[in-house]
């Protein structure tokens, strides 16, 4: 298990700055020593880190090569919405070893944040990718959550994009809280499969804190992927690409899935650009300030 400790340096939902004025995510967990300096910003807390699929696919696969276990997160603004709310969710999120951008509204937080090659890493095409992947590298993969029929429409899925893949586990558990007795069994039974990528769908934030508890103990990567499973399986429609490069997927989704989304987006929405607008508002400060104090050093 790679250890994370606290480096107390600053209070979980802060934010430092760093040498260059930009600002990072202050939480109780150090970042494995492997992925402390893969760029990253932190948006509303919350440490995203800049990606493009080739690169997230290509660490993850060889994590799982390598038989770690490691959490990854990919942050959508709901994710970032709760743990603005929830300071033990923010701690679970930032104690992720890779979190991508799942959403457009997060890549251009990034972008305006400082990272102009961020690119969007959304979980229903990087578990396509993934798959795709992990066939052709022989990486045993696994499925956990979603209904009993949804997950079996989703391997048959993967399968027929990837037929080599090796689905070495898929379980879909009960809707309600396992046993300790359930737990250890589901455990051993991830163990035993030999499952090296296993891709969770549980819905934020459950699946974040499946994930948490359980690195450490699982020898593979998880990764939460949310309604993944129901696209992937075909049970929910995509959005249309131009819906998707204008950050206005929620409103698709929105419409097909209102009684389950209205509060989601509706609340969520709305307190993610107040906080983020806040937040660079204060590094734009910060950064006038440091202008400042360079040109007043640089006269002197």
Same mark, same amino acid.
């Given at each position: 298990m790679t250890a994370r400790p606290g480096d107390g340096s600053a209070p979980v939902g802060s934010t430092v700055i760093d040498g260059e004025g930009l600002e990072q995510p202050a939480t109780d967990a150090a970042r494995p020593a492997d992925t402390a300096d893969r760029p990253s910003r *932190?948006? @509303?807390? @919350?440490?995203? $880190?800049?990606?493009?699929?080739t690169s997230a696919c290509e660490t993850i696969a060889r994590w799982?090569? #390598?038989g770690e276990s490691r959490y990854v997160a990919a942050a959508s603004v709901n994710n970032i919405a709760t743990a603005s709310r929830d300071p033990g969710f923010l701690a679970v999120m930032n104690r992720s070893d890779l979190t991508t951008s799942d959403g457009m509204p997060?890549?251009?937080?990034?972008r305006l944040l400082g990272a102009p090659e961020a690119e969007r890493v959304c979980g229903r095409e990087l578990t396509d990718r993934l798959c795709r992947l992990a066939a052709s590298r022989q990486i045993p993969v696994g499925f956990y959550g979603g209904a009993p029929?949804?997950?079996d429409d989703l391997v048959d899925a993967v399968r027929r994009r990837a037929p080599e893949l090796e689905v070495a586990y898929a379980y879909? +558990? +009960?809707? %309600? +809280?396992?046993?300790?007795? !359930?737990? $250890? #069994?589901? %455990? !051993? !039974?991830?163990? #035993? *499969?030999g499952a090296r990528i296993l891709f969770v769908g549980l819905g934020a934030p459950k699946q974040e804190r499946w994930i #948490? !508890?359980? @690195?450490? *103990?699982? +020898?593979?990567?998880?990764?939460?992927v949310g309604a993944?499973?129901?696209?992937?399986?075909?049970?929910l429609p995509h959005a249309p690409a131009w819906m998707q490069r204008l950050g206005l997927e929620w409103l698709f989704r929105l419409v097909h899935e209102p009684r389950r989304l209205w509060k989601r987006y509706v609340f969520g929405n709305p307190r993610f650009v107040a906080l983020f607008a806040r937040q660079l508002i204060a590094k734009r400060i910060v950064d006038a300030s440091h202008r400042r104090a360079t040109e007043s050093r640089m006269t002197t």
């Open positions: *932190s948006v @509303v807390d @919350v440490r995203i $880190d800049v990606l493009t699929y799982a090569e #390598a997060l890549v251009w937080a990034l029929d949804v997950l879909a +558990p +009960p809707f %309600r +809280p396992t046993t300790p007795g !359930e737990d $250890d #069994a589901i %455990r !051993e !039974e991830i163990r #035993a *499969s #948490a !508890e359980r @690195v450490g *103990s699982v +020898p593979g990567v998880m990764i939460g993944a499973f129901d696209f992937l399986a075909g049970r």
